[in-house]
């Protein structure tokens, strides 16, 4: 691994192990939602390879409002609320927001590429270069669940 990746609160530390198997700007409806922000940087990883040190402080409520019993939850901290990570209930993966849950975001792999981008959204398509999906990049695999 090339970095580390520790993020969290002052209660609840969230460690990666190993490099993001996705490394995406999200233009989705739930994470507008959810950060307020136009766009989110979001990282998956499988999901063993990013930890919580305090299991047991996290709360969890569907990530999805629109959609509660969809496989995401977002995982905050018990004591001060902060939001900690994405959990995947089938295993296959978890997600950091950097700018978000307390990692340095620096540290994080610049985004490879766009998804979930909608030209009825209202706003232009990115011209930054990089490849731009309605979805998650084609290539991209589901890992198998833990």
């Known amino acids: 691994?090339?970095?580390?990746y520790?993020?969290?609160?002052?209660?609840?530390k969230v460690k990666a192990t190993s490099e993001p198997i996705d490394n995406h700007v999200c233009h989705c409806n739930v994470c507008k939602g959810v950060t307020g922000q136009q766009t989110t940087h979001v990282a998956f990883f499988k999901h063993d390879d990013l930890s919580v040190d305090h299991p047991e402080k996290m709360n969890r409520q569907p990530f999805n409002k629109d959609n509660p019993d969809g496989p995401l939850e977002l995982c905050t901290c018990a004591d001060c609320g902060a939001a900690l990570m994405l959990d995947?209930?089938?295993?296959?993966?978890?997600?950091?927001?950097?700018n978000v849950m307390g990692y340095e975001e620096a540290s994080f792999p610049e985004a490879t590429y766009h998804a979930f981008y909608d030209t009825s959204k209202?706003?232009?398509?990115p011209t930054d270069g990089r490849p731009v999906y309605d979805s998650l990049r084609p290539e991209f695999v589901w890992p198998e669940p833990a």
């Open 88 to 98: 995947d209930k089938q295993k296959r993966i978890r997600v950091a927001v950097p």
């Open 6 to 12: 520790t993020g969290g609160c002052d209660h609840v």
């Open 1 to 4: 691994m090339t970095s580390s």
């Open 122 to 125: 209202g706003y232009a398509k």
